[in-house]
């Protein structure tokens, strides 16, 4: 079985940071409720809220995270031939997100492949890169991960008048891209993939999370109106760091090392504060823990890739990294093992 790396990783982040004191005077969420319940300090945003226009679709930050991965693995695109990329919120329902990427980056005759999920979609992603790479079928691929929630922004509605647990989203989640190259060629750099788990879990269990089509649907006067998205926050703060732990776990068993042995962790990214305690609920040092939801938003797929940026500046020969993201939507379980070799 061939031997993967991950060799290069690029992202994207639009516009300028949403701070919570602008996230007060544009929605009337108040900065220190933000700051006291979810504990996320910025966030961005694919729309500009002060013009009240989408400034950047999914595909415009897949690409420049694409072509940052491309230059940090220092292949040429001709190279690559498979493409993967993950996301809840594609830019039309036809064509795939992917294919528009490709098209940017002057790709044609390749094999591509998208994935429609939430925050597990990242990894689901790189582990179907994995599986083809390592049977030999390509040699080179690029992954991508995605989402920008927030482009079915309405500014028409009332802000004040929305329910609670819809205003709640707009400081949680943030919009953003990544993208990572894996490679099976021996003579690169990188830092090579050990164990990889996707899996459903979700089986006669309530949905944690529902996100609709396009925003809030308009209907009818005497019919109910349908949510972008809701959450059952009591199961995920429950489930969520339960099945963490359950993932965690595994990847060390099959690290065969203790949680002390591991230089790098990737936990969940949720929010600020959820984070904070997942960590501490697992045990694990907060300074070798790689968190970023503070600062980014929760911007689903893309948040992984966020991680792996770091974690690439940090790791050094001979260190072990884990990362673990869980998706409430209906309930997945995924964890991914990083070794980085000696030289």
Partial sequence: MQSVKLIGIGTSLPGNPVTNAKMEEVFGLREDWIDLMIGTKTRHFAVDIDEKIVKYDLSDLAYEAAHKAVLSAGISVDKIDLVVMSTATPDHLMPATVNLVADRLGMNG??????????????????????????????????????????????????????????????????????????????????????????????????????NWFGTQERPENAKRLQSAKEDYKAIERDVPVMAKEMLDELLEQLDCSVEQVEHYLPPQLGGHMTDKIVQSLGLDPDKSINCVANTGNNGNALPYLQLERLFAQMKPGEKAVCVAIESSKWIKTGLSLVKEDS
């Fill in 110 to 211: 390749i094999a591509t492949y998208e994935v429609q999920a939430g925050c597990s979609g990242a990894i689901q992603g790189l582990e179907i890169a994995y599986r083809f790479l390592t049977t030999g079928m390509f040699a080179n691929a690029l992954v991508i991960g995605g989402d920008v929630c927030n482009k079915y922004m309405s500014f028409d509605r009332d802000f004040k008048k929305m329910r609670s647990s819809e205003l709640i989203n707009l400081a949680l989640f943030g919009d953003g891209a990544g993208a990572a190259i894996l490679s099976t060629n021996d003579n690169c750099e990188g830092i090579k993939i050990h164990h990889i788990v996707n899996r459903f879990e979700g089986l006669n269990r309530k949905p944690g999370q529902i996100m």
